[in-house]
């Protein structure tokens, strides 16, 4: 029982200290910085059960492996009434870490954004089969194609739609995903960290080329980015 005791206790002090751990590794983007932060913190959860677990099942399996007469479990109030609890806790820890990523506006943001550090570039993704049609609506409503060029350090908001079939825009390593419906526009915002060129694709199957529907996100410096604004715009 004290072992069942100090076992629980070392759980619930991880929980804790992860709850204010900070990832350490450079992030590409707002988004990418807040999932991976979530996936790191629900880490400090699932290593220590596995372990718990394991330990138990390892433990068990050795003790009565030769035991052929067992008998069964007697009934501990106090503890079924820890685990309980510190199921409660665990549940608690995931849920209110879930719903601070989740809520953030770099994961689910509003398609208008008001930023201090300046006003958000917009980019309208449209999705067909089987292609992408990347257009600037607030800054002359040019197309590029397949490419999307944004300035790093300055809030992005990219609305997403679909010709016809439900298409799926996906950035990973800038942690950007979500659904381009027809008729609808779903909208993601994230502020870009890192210049370079990050690979997009479609991630719902779409019919025969599918797999050629891949676009990029290139990000630069805002020096680089006006320059191509403006070369953008003087070539419509």
Same mark, same amino acid.
């Given at each position: ?79 079924? $009434?820890?685990? *309980?609890?510190?199921?409660? +806790?665990?549940?608690?820890? /995931? ?5 601070? &990523?989740? @809520? ?53 908001? $990219?609305?997403? *739609?679909?010709?016809?079939? +439900?298409?799926?825009?996906? /950035? ?5 995903? &979500?659904? @381009? ?56």
């Amino acid at each position: 029982m004290r072992k069942t005791r100090l076992a629980l206790v070392s759980l619930l002090t991880v929980l804790v200290a992860g709850l204010f751990a900070d990832p350490v590794a450079a992030q590409s983007s707002a988004s990418a910085e807040l999932i991976n932060g979530l996936n790191g913190k629900l880490l400090y959860i699932a290593i220590p059960i596995t372990l718990l677990v394991e330990g138990i099942l390892i433990y068990t399996i050795v003790k009565f492996r030769n035991n052929d007469d067992p008998s069964p479990t007697k009934e501990n109030r106090r503890l079924e $009434i820890t685990w *309980t609890i510190a199921t409660a +806790i665990i549940l608690l820890f /995931v849920g209110v870490a879930s719903y601070g &990523v989740l @809520a953030d506006e770099n994961v689910a943001g509003p398609p208008q954004v008001e930023d201090a550090s300046g006003d958000p570039v917009v980019v309208h993704a449209e999705a067909y089969q089987w292609g992408w049609e990347m257009s600037y609506p607030e800054a002359g409503n040019f197309s590029t194609g397949t490419e999307i060029v944004v300035p790093k350090d300055r809030p992005v908001v $990219i609305e997403v *739609t679909s010709r016809d079939v +439900i298409h799926g825009f996906h /950035v990973p390593d800038l942690a950007l995903k &979500v659904d @381009a419906m027809p008729g609808q526009v779903n909208t993601i915002r994230t502020v870009p960290y890192e210049e370079g060129t990050y690979q997009g694709y479609c991630t719902e199957y779409c019919g025969v080329a599918h797999s050629q529907m891949y676009f990029t996100v290139e990000v630069v410096s805002q020096e680089e980015y006006q320059d191509w604004l403006d070369e953008q715009q003087s070539s419509e």
